[in-house]
């Protein structure tokens, strides 16, 4: 899908839907065994822009943050509303400063309105074009596109991925999902920028897992990115918290307490 047909598409707003999406969210495939003894915070990024490879990673770099990239590599090297898409030049200098490259489907499917089967060859393609680009790390991390996913497809991810992230708002204790975890969007919209900073903040006093994921960092983006101004203020704030700036497979290693690989 090009990031025009993106920008065209929208998941099924039926009130069944919205029963479905929230049933999917209850029945947890994998949950997170243990709580977070301190607070990790992964900043990442969807589908994704150069703008996102390029601003947002200067902008976590300037306080030593490390953040996820969840790469669509059917979008990869297209132009649309997010403005340009990553191509493979944009990988190795991600990973060579810290950041991680995340899998998000070839084709930035709805998971929810594909066959298991479909989904799954279409993961399989996205890692397997990945590694086409040149990206030869392991890839432990996923995001469903759109959020869309559902009960009966989330455990089919546990073999192939260490966690993956939603987009419903909320942080991750013990009990979440792994192969749903919650993060909160940072869009166009200035209220965005005041949840994710408030949940920064309430974060530092209760230690958890939180995510914050957006598209293209731009002035004058799209209505699913940021601005420079409102990222760089999040990620100062989520720094002087004084909690973990970490890449998603990090969160895992450290919350489990795992040896990294
Ligand atoms: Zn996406």
Redesign the pocket.
Known sequence: MTAQA?ADYVPDRSLAAKIRRRLTRWQVAAPLSVQPRETYICFTF??FPKSAADTGAEILDEVGAKGGY?A?TGMAGTTGTMGDLFDERDLAPLTAAGHEICA?TES?IDCARTSMKDVLIDIDTNLARLREMGHTLPVTQF?W??GETSAGLKPALTTKFEAVRGILPGVNNKGADLMQLSAYELDADEASTARAAAAIEAAARNPTWLFVFTHDVRQNGSPWGTTPDSLRRLVRLARDTGANLVTPSRAVQEILGKDPA
Do not use: E, F, N
Request: hydrophobic share 20%.
């Open positions: 993106l969807d589908d969840y669509c998000h930035h995001a596109p759109y």
